[in-house]
């Protein structure tokens, strides 16, 4: 059983803990169990309560009215919204709802609906990321389970995989290598990567996750990419990445070497003359770049 706090349910469901408190007194539409020292805390049926609430709100139903639907109407009038809701927020409302269900059907058809609309790098930007973002700090305290992302990763994953592969243009732009080392587990990110560079013409060679250094560098040499792209976000946590890129620049001189993720931040890089660091996804996609 998962328990959630205020500040928790504040932060999957966008609503303030201000106003779930008001909601509580003023119209008893949410009733959150209380600790022996009077803490309020919420179990996974109040969030999708919650949640649902939201979306209708959201959307322009006054709190009052839905504090008179009965349950069934709520959910009625959720599934109507969710498939008619093109307003970003609401899209991102409609992906938990459907997370906490494990609903595929309800998760694809969003994800498929903006997609066919807005293509894909404007799903990711708009929806796809505030949707991730939203749930990420959640999965590190336990709020939320590990079939909740294994259930989203899956779908995502494999909604790049169909977009990359529908990209049947011919390259003539660089080439570029994209991989992610060894320790590396975010591959969502070197997926959409992957899209963004194939969309805008380059010659992309992924080589997958948890690559050994010795690889890129046998890759380099017979293909002599222009740019080499990875990611360091669960990699080097504890050790020093200095000495990583140190190796990789002084073997790659001829290839320009982007490199993005938590651990380019928070660590205190020198990086060489061949190698930029990224701050965000938008960044990488600059094709002044490469």
């Known amino acids: ?17 201000h106003t779930l408190r008001m909601w509580e007194k003023r119209y008893d539409i949410v009733t959150p169990r209380r600790t022996e020292t009077n803490i309020r805390y919420y179990l996974e049926e109040d969030l ?16 009052s009215k839905i504090a008179s639907m009965k349950p069934g109407e709520i959910s009625s009038k959720v599934a109507e919204i969710s498939e008619i809701d093109t307003q970003h927020e609401g899209q991102v409302d409609g992906l938990m709802l459907s ?14 609906k903006h997609i066919e609309s807005e293509g894909m790098e404007e799903t990711m930007d708009k929806v796809i990321y505030p949707f991730l973002d939203r749930i990420s700090s959640m999965w590190f305290t336990g709020s939320i389970k590990g079939v909740h992302e294994s259930f989203v990763t899956h779908i995502i994953r494999r909604k790049l995989h169909v977009v990359i592969d529908q990209l049947k243009t011919e390259p003539t732009g660089s080439k570029c290598i994209i991989y992610l080392p060894e320790g590396e587990t975010q591959e969502l990110s ?9 969309h805008r013409g380059h ?35 504890d050790m020093d990445l200095q000495p ?47």
């Not at 948890?210 to 946590?237: G, M, P, R, W, Y």
Request: a neutral charge.
């Open 1 to 17: 059983m998962v328990i959630y706090s205020i500040k928790d349910i504040e932060k999957l469901s966008g609503v303030k803990a």
């Open 48 to 63: 999708q309560k919650i949640l649902n609430i939201a979306l209708l709100n959201k959307n322009g139903i006054k709190i």
């Open 99 to 112: 997370m906490f269900e494990l609903n595929e059907t309800k998760f694809s058809r969003i994800l498929n």
């Open 190 to 198: 070197l997926l959409y990567l992957h899209f963004v560079l194939k």
């Open 203 to 237: 010659d992309v060679i992924n080589l997958g996750t948890n690559v050994a250094i010795i690889d890129v560098l046998e890759a380099q040499s017979i293909l002599q990419a222009k740019c080499i792209f990875t990611f360091f976000n669960d990699s080097f946590t």
């Open 244 to 290: 990583y890129l140190d190796n990789l620049s002084r073997h790659v001189t001829d290839c320009k070497i982007c490199i993005s993720g938590y651990q380019t931040v928070s660590q205190q890089l020198e990086p060489k003359d061949n190698v930029v660091i990224l701050n965000s996804i938008n960044d990488l996609t600059d094709a002044a770049i490469i």
